[in-house]
């Protein structure tokens, strides 16, 4: 397969690249920082592009040398993220805000709309797979630009794929638990008084043997990316909870359903008569 990979050279987006590599993809790697050790170890398999995401003009211009070298991509990976400003959401400085927003939504969507047409052009049913970490599915406190952008970016997901219906493409999203990344080293860094007691410990638990979440991740994202998962679209999938190796067989009936999808939840549903 041609894979992007958005946020290649470091944690989750590293690790999926070497994965991919390792049984003879072909990856483009997207990132703000250098990542010749793997263009020097995969000369004929990997290259890659320097891009800040949350710039749409760069996103462009990268979709435009991936077109220029490929003729369609089969699996589009939107691994980048920040947490950005951090603390309680009324002491946070606006302009910040916005721009962990930006890198996180704006990113996501950027790559989406860049890459849509090389999507389309796929001889296979092609591949959108992003990440919704900590935050996407209820409140965060202290990050409250990262959580909305987390789920909003869901939301972006499960629209596109409404929009898309008809078309050969899956578009889904991944939570991958908590895995020894970069942004959960912020965590420890910012400690309990500011990311909060509850992700601080959390954090503090997993950070020295994440191996099993990392190998659970990786794989959702390859059933993903495989002819396993056509026709699942427009989901949510948490890698160390869900059914995932089993859903294809089940993709007719998951169809029509709002299951893996965010909704709001009325008394009723919770046994209370309000």
């Known amino acids: 397969m041609n894979v992007v990979i958005i946020g290649s050279s470091t944690g989750i987006g590293r690790a999926l690249t ?59 990976v939107i691994c980048s993220a920040l947490h950005g400003e951090v603390g309680p959401a009324m002491t946070l400085d606006p302009v ?31 591949k959108v797979v992003g990440f919704a970490g900590g935050g996407g599915t209820k409140a965060r406190p202290n990050f409250s630009g990262y959580a909305a952008a987390k789920t909003a970016v869901i939301r972006l997901f499960e629209t596109v794929a409404a929009e898309l219906r008809g078309q050969p493409i899956d578009l889904n999203v991944v939570s991958p638990g ?52 056509d026709g699942i679209s427009g989901r949510l999938l948490a890698a160390p909870w869900d059914p995932w190796p089993t859903l294809g067989r089940h993709a007719a009936a998951l169809a029509p359903t709002d299951v893996y999808q965010l909704r709001r939840i009325v008394p009723e549903e919770r046994g209370l008569k309000l």
């Open 96 to 126: 910040r805000w916005s721009a962990t927003m930006r890198a996180n939504l704006d990113g996501t969507f950027y790559a989406l709309r860049a890459f849509h047409a090389l999507l389309a052009r796929a001889p296979r049913r092609a």
């Open 178 to 229: 908590v895995i020894n990344t970069r942004l959960t080293a912020e965590v420890l860094t910012l400690g309990p008084g500011l990311a909060g007691e509850a992700d601080y410990q959390t954090v503090l638990k997993q950070k020295d043997d994440d191996s099993a979440q990392m190998a659970k991740a990786l794989g959702l994202v390859e059933w993903l990316l495989s002819p396993a998962s």
């Open 18 to 76: 070497e994965r991919l590599l390792a049984t003879d993809h072909q990856i483009w790697g997207v990132a703000r920082s250098d990542q010749g050790d793997f263009a020097r170890l995969h000369p004929g398999s990997f290259r890659a592009s320097r891009c800040d995401v949350a710039e749409w003009s760069q996103v462009e211009r990268v979709a435009g040398e991936v077109s220029g070298t490929w003729p369609h991509v089969d699996g589009l």
